[in-house]
């Protein structure tokens, strides 16, 4: 320790007082003198006075003595070093000043190192109990700092843990709760879409988000009632709080969500436990409070919800129209997806916008056996490969820890663009292929007069069916197709130098005349003009 001790000398003889205070050098051991004095009743004014951290004093004095001077000083100063000067026939008078409290005593005749090695003694135990006074004060103000830490540590583990009331009350009032001893609601906060509206931002700015949260919440409360508020997760807050006699919870709980949407950019889903009376009943609420919060399933969020006003968790898996789930199951064998998009979203309507509508988790186990079957469809269908993304999306949505309804929606749906594209996918390779075999045969025989139904009875198809997908693969019907390969070999044949009608012939054309119009249209030239132009 530095810091300078104060030192007064109390004695009746005036040249012992000089001697001491003046012929040793007190400040180079950092100690200064504060005063003297000349008899009991002046040292007691002094040390009043001056409040010294030593006192040297005679033991026998006029008016007051030592011994009933350090009954009073230590009286009032009870830290102060009291060391007597005392010959050896007040020794029974020291030892009895040693019991009243006094330091230590110094026996006449004296040199002045034995006075400034008493005086040091002195000093180094004011100073160890300073030093130790100065931890238990920074002990005190760590622990005054630490409350908030101590108190979230212990209104967790009564959130989470039942308890007796003894355990529970067992550090209520060394941890300064500020709340009254019974009646207890827990009301528990989500930031709504959290982390997609703060997965870009800079971790200063998504703290500074979370204080102001909770900076609403608190001054909200304290409004009406006595709180305590703390973070619980990522994006959730704990309040826990007496209801008052004049608002009720809900309505509490509206102003909280108000308020964070009127000042702030984000909006809160509230759950609210009912009332409990004991400390040890806390965990009950704040299951309440989990259960209720689970219904911004329902609305995305911005919303309170209160358990009292919630349907039973317990009820039997909601069902939809077996028939719309056929009608399903022949959508996704058939890779059509638009239609498949439309029966979900009516399942989905029909299942949860009952008048009464399920708790979230029963829902989730209907979104968990409709994907399931979804699945087993497009199993009976497609390769284990090609199965790898379906099951891959069925897995997501059988261990998602946290959703809402439209994201269960879009789950499923996505499932069923997955099947649905592998299925049009092979379809559209399935079709390119039939063509391609009946072009390829068209190009083979080109001067076959063959009709629409005789290449549908290649690949075993309908004249109809064929036609249109004939069309849709290459543009063109097939009439128009095998007019242009005609076209595109009477072109080779009058380059090698053959006659109008022994191409018309060999092609299949019986009247020259047609056959010319034909090329002609194709061409825009006749053959004749056409054979000028590319041929010396």
């Not at 009073?72 to 030892?95: H, N, W």
């Not at 009895?96 to 090695?117: M, S």
């Not at 760590?142 to 540590?153: A, I, M, T, V």
């Not at 090698?496 to 009247?511: F, H, N, P």
Request: aromatic residues 10%; hydrophobic residues 35%.
């Amino acid at each position: 320790m530095t810091t300078e001790l104060r030192m007064c000398v109390i004695d009746d003889i005036r040249t012992v007082v000089q001697g001491i205070a003046n012929q040793i050098n007190w400040e180079t051991y950092g100690i200064c003198i504060s005063g003297t004095a000349s008899n009991g009743e002046q040292g007691i004014e002094l040390i009043q006075r001056t409040e010294p951290h030593i006192v040297l004093t005679d033991i026998r004095m006029p008016k007051i003595d030592g011994l009933e001077m350090t009954r009073q000083v230590l009286a009032m100063y009870p830290r102060t070093k009291i060391v007597f000067l005392s010959g050896y026939t007040d020794f029974e008078y020291a030892q009895e000043a040693l019991r009243l409290g006094a330091f230590d005593y110094i026996v006449k005749p004296y040199t002045p190192q034995k006075i400034i090695d008493v005086v040091l003694k002195a000093k180094q135990a004011i100073e160890e109990e300073m030093s130790e006074t100065q931890r238990y004060r920074d002990m005190e103000r760590k622990l005054r700092e630490s409350l908030p830490y101590l108190r979230q540590e212990y209104f967790q583990l009564l959130l989470q843990f039942p308890t007796t009331p003894e355990q529970a009350k067992r550090r209520w009032d060394f941890l300064q709760i500020p709340l009254e001893r019974e009646r207890f609601i827990v009301m528990l906060t989500e930031i709504d879409q959290f982390s997609e509206q703060t997965d870009t931002l800079p971790v200063q700015e998504v703290e500074l988000i979370r204080f102001t949260v909770q900076n609403i919440l608190e001054e909200t409360l304290k409004e009406h009632t006595k709180e305590f508020v703390f973070r619980d997760q990522t994006n959730r807050f704990v309040a826990i709080f007496n209801p008052p006699a004049d608002l009720n919870a809900e309505a509490i709980a509206e102003k909280c969500r108000e308020n964070v949407s009127a000042y702030s950019r984000y909006t809160l889903s509230v759950g609210l436990g009912e009332e409990v009376q004991e400390i040890h009943q806390i965990s009950y609420s704040y299951s309440q409070a989990i259960a209720a919060l689970s219904y911004n399933f329902y609305t995305g969020g911005n919303t309170v919800y209160s358990y009292r006003h919630m349907t039973p968790v317990y009820q039997p898996l909601p069902r939809y129209s077996p028939e719309k789930e056929k009608e399903l199951f022949y959508c996704l064998r058939s890779g059509n997806l638009p239609k498949a998009s439309s029966i979900v979203d009516e399942l989905f309507e029909e299942t949860v916008h009952a008048s009464t509508p399920p708790a979230p988790e029963v829902v989730k186990g209907m979104c968990d056996e409709l994907a399931f079957l979804i699945n087993r469809v497009f199993s009976e269908k497609l390769t284990r490969e090609e199965m790898e993304g379906i099951e891959r999306q069925l897995y997501h949505i059988k261990n998602l820890s946290t959703y809402k309804l439209k994201e269960l929606q879009d789950h499923i749906k996505e499932m069923c663009r997955i099947g649905c594209d592998i299925i049009q996918k092979r379809h559209v390779e399935d079709v390119n292929q039939v063509v391609e075999q009946v072009i390829a045969h068209i190009r083979q025989n080109v001067a076959s007069n063959m009709t629409v139904n005789d290449y549908a009875k290649l690949v075993y198809l309908s004249g109809s069916y064929f036609a249109n997908l004939f069309k849709k693969v290459t543009g063109m019907t097939v009439t128009q197709f095998v007019t242009a390969e005609r076209m595109e070999q009477t072109k080779a044949l009058l380059l090698e130098g053959k006659q109008v009608q022994e191409i018309a012939q060999a092609l299949g054309y019986e009247d020259r005349r047609h056959f010319s119009e034909l090329f002609k249209k194709h061409t825009g030239m006749t053959p004749s003009e056409f054979k000028q132009l590319y041929t010396k």
